[in-house]
């Protein structure tokens, strides 16, 4: 489904907080089919964003590096 979200995963480093928010609006983009949403659902939007880029902060966080 969202072929063009990039892996963010390196060994060396974590990603930045652009890299986070950028790949979460991505996603939250592709899964509600709207690019700008209307000012009804710009705030579901938005937080959608922000909560989709604080749960991938904490996966990165949890994730055990070899």
Known sequence: M????RNLRTADS???TDE???AALQFV????GYRQPS????EAFDRAVVEIA????TLFDRL???
């Open 14 to 16: 974590s990603p930045s």
């Open 2 to 5: 969202c072929r063009n979200i």
């Open 29 to 32: 983009r592709k899964v509600s």
């Open 20 to 22: 986070l928010e950028a």
């Open 64 to 66: 055990a590096i070899r």
């Open 54 to 57: 604080g749960c991938t902060r």
């Open 39 to 42: 000012a009804a659902n710009r």
